[in-house]
């Protein structure tokens, strides 16, 4: 019952934050996107988050259809304060 109750609370924290990155990163058509359609435009991509020059950068497919939409997301969240 444990093991069950623990999954339970760890699909309603990754619920939670899909919500939280909608509202916070997304703008148009993938804002009101289902959680679905999410997982794959924008979480089964292919890309790396690196480190140079002292900045942050995203590294994504120049192939996949959504690279824009998933780069944009990216700086969206770079570009949030730390909470106090």
């Known amino acids: ?3 069950n109750a623990a999954w ?12 939280w990155f909608r509202l916070l990163c ?7 996107a289902e959680p679905k359609t999410l997982r794959y435009r924008l979480l089964h991509t292919a890309a790396r988050i690196v480190r140079g020059q002292r900045k942050r950068k995203i590294k994504i497919p120049e192939t ?3 690279a824009n939409e998933l780069a944009a997301a990216f700086h ?3 570009a ?5």
């Open 76 to 78: 969206a969240a770079f």
């Open 8 to 19: 339970c609370v760890a699909a309603m924290i990754a619920t939670d934050l899909l919500c």
């Open 80 to 84: 949030l304060t730390a909470p106090t």
């Open 26 to 32: 997304l703008d148009r058509d993938l804002a009101g």
């Open 1 to 3: 019952m444990a093991i």
């Open 64 to 66: 996949w259809p959504w």
